[in-house]
Every structure is written in structure tokens, then in C-alpha cells.
């Protein structure tokens, strides 16, 4: 049985999570382990982004997506990113600083 709170999330296609971490390689896969923490009461701690998702971007498309869908809904988790990808890294620093208060 998983114990879902203070949860930490692991979005890359490549690199293995860190100790402590659930490891998820795609949006949607992503999107739906939120959905299951919250469906328990659960809490999350941070969110940790990769941007590109390689062949998993498939399913659903870069990570960044994970931003929008925390935006549309109002639910501002705390949010850390490991992305090697300069520019996506600078859009989604834009719509951290414009979002997360």
C-alpha cells in the first residue's frame, strides 16, 4: 500500500527518480498519480520537471503540459525543475513566476 502523503514527483523519460522520489516518464502518467494522490487525501510536496519527454512525450506531450494542467485547475504544488533544455526551461520558469505566488 502506498503511502500518499508528502509525496515527491519524478517526471523524466531518462533519469532514474532520486531516494525518495515516484518516478513518472510522461504527462499523462503524471496527471493521473496526481489524481490518485488527491482521490486518498494525499499530499504532494514537489513536483521535479524534466522538459523534454522523448518518446513518452506521445503521451501527452512535453512536460510543461504539467504546468498547464496544475494551472487550469488552481492547484499550485510546489514545482522544481532538472531540464537541460534552455528554452524550456525559460518557459516554464515564465509560467512559474507568473502563476505560482
Known sequence: ???YNNIKIYVDDVRKAPEGYVWTKS????IAFIEEVESHGGSIDVIDLDHD???YASDGGDAIR????LVERETFYPVALHTANIVGRQNME??????WK
Open 53 to 55: 519527454l522523448g518518446e
Open 66 to 69: 504539467i504546468l498547464d494542467f
Open 1 to 3: 500500500m502506498i503511502n
Open 27 to 30: 504527462v499523462n502518467e503524471t
Open 94 to 99: 515564465r509560467m512559474i513566476n507568473r502563476f
